[in-house]
């Protein structure tokens, strides 16, 4: 599992690849965690592009960072989910507290960026 | 009751590195059925929460063995049984209500829930100080469409 963060001005955007589980889950969140404490952003991506499984250890990804940034004032955006991290997402109700998008929605299609 | 098709059993040590083994075996052997994706997919997330839920709950003071248990039935069906010699759980009717948890952390207590919406029929049987045994069924439809010449 492969965290790579970018920024743009206070924005910033986390590409997230591999499998999202349990056992890979605590690397993810201490790698955006430590990052969050030292940047402060205002806004934040969690870009599922790359994610090749996700079971519920994602949907406690999600609401973790969620509850710590929206106490800091910072939108959490989650995009390029497959239709099955959607699906697994949805039924956590994520979709009532943070925007979620899939793969190929307006605003979701980035992660060539992961390229550069 | 009728005899499975094919039938393969795993054994394997209580450590989170062996969740991605334990959904991709399990889900490599039902292939046979022709899944879609989405079956595929859903069969693998439903595993590793009863794997995960082995380690994080079952043998959370060590490490135990879990077995698993994968039947194929004629019409499609799949029968994973995901079994431990850990704690046990004392309420199983709390422990599959959606949100419950006895961990804090990023622990969300959807594991049941998962495996309740992705399968089609999860049934739990568990002795304090014995050990859990989840039996996860999923009825395989497969892909129905002819394909492409």
Known sequence: ?116 | MTKPKNEVKLQMESRSVNEGYARVAVSAFAAVLDPTVEEINDIRTAVSEAVTNCIVHAYRNGVGKIYIRVRLFDGGKVEIQIRDRGCGIADVKKAREPLFTTLGGDRSGLGFSVMESFCDRVRVRSAVGKGTTVTLVKNIKGRDEPCEP
């Open chain 1, 1 to 116: 599992m492969q965290v790579n963060i970018e920024t743009e001005g206070s924005a910033a955007v986390c590409y997230l690849s591999g499998e999202l589980d349990h056992h890979n889950a605590p690397a993810v969140r201490e790698k955006i965690d430590e990052f969050s404490v030292g940047f402060c952003p205002q806004s934040m991506i969690l870009d599922f592009g790359g994610v090749t499984f996700m079971d519920s250890s994602g949907i406690g990804l999600v609401m973790g960072r969620y509850k710590l940034l929206s106490a800091a004032n910072c939108t959490l955006t989650v995009r390029n989910l497959s239709a099955h991290a959607y699906k697994v997402m949805r039924l956590a109700g994520l979709e009532n507290i943070v925007t979620l998008k899939k793969c190929g929605e307006k605003g979701g299609k980035q992660h060539d960026k992961t390229e550069k």
